[in-house]
């Protein structure tokens, strides 16, 4: 009886709160048939640190400066490991990044945007855009 009470108080609680749209920056699938695409992390989103090695994180709407960081194993230390990626985020829309390498010899990278996808159990409000 009280995890039927319990189930119950949790369903309305959520029933209650509506989300809010997001968008979400993936840098943890790199393209498999590709050697010289690596997975990316996010280290930081507009001048705030994140301190976790996150390779998917969700981000509000709007414009953002994040720099991301390869996972590529560079020889010795390398001054290439990051990049910036400037984005006008839209709601409810989902980012897939990876590094894109020239050669598998190249410290050098860009951030590649792979795919662009909606985000399903996401819904824009009619008051939001």
Not at 59 to 79: A, N
Not at 104 to 114: K, Q
């Amino acid at each position: 009886m009280r995890l039927s009470k319990l189930v119950l108080s949790i369903f309305i609680i959520l029933a209650g709160c509506q989300s809010t749209p997001y968008a979400v920056i993936d840098g943890g699938r790199k393209v498999s048939s590709d050697d010289n695409n690596y997975e990316v992390r996010v280290k930081v989103i507009d001048g705030k640190q994140i301190f976790s090695n996150n390779t998917k994180i969700n981000i509000e709407p709007g414009p953002h400066l994040i720099l991301l960081e390869t996972t590529k194993k560079h020889r010795g230390r390398s001054e290439t490991r990051e990049a910036w990626f400037p984005i006008e985020a839209k709601p409810c829309t989902k980012y897939r990044v990876t590094a894109q390498y020239e050669n598998s010899l190249s410290e050098f990278w860009e951030v590649n945007l792979i795919e662009t996808t909606e985000i399903p159990s996401c819904e824009i409000g009619e008051n939001k855009s």
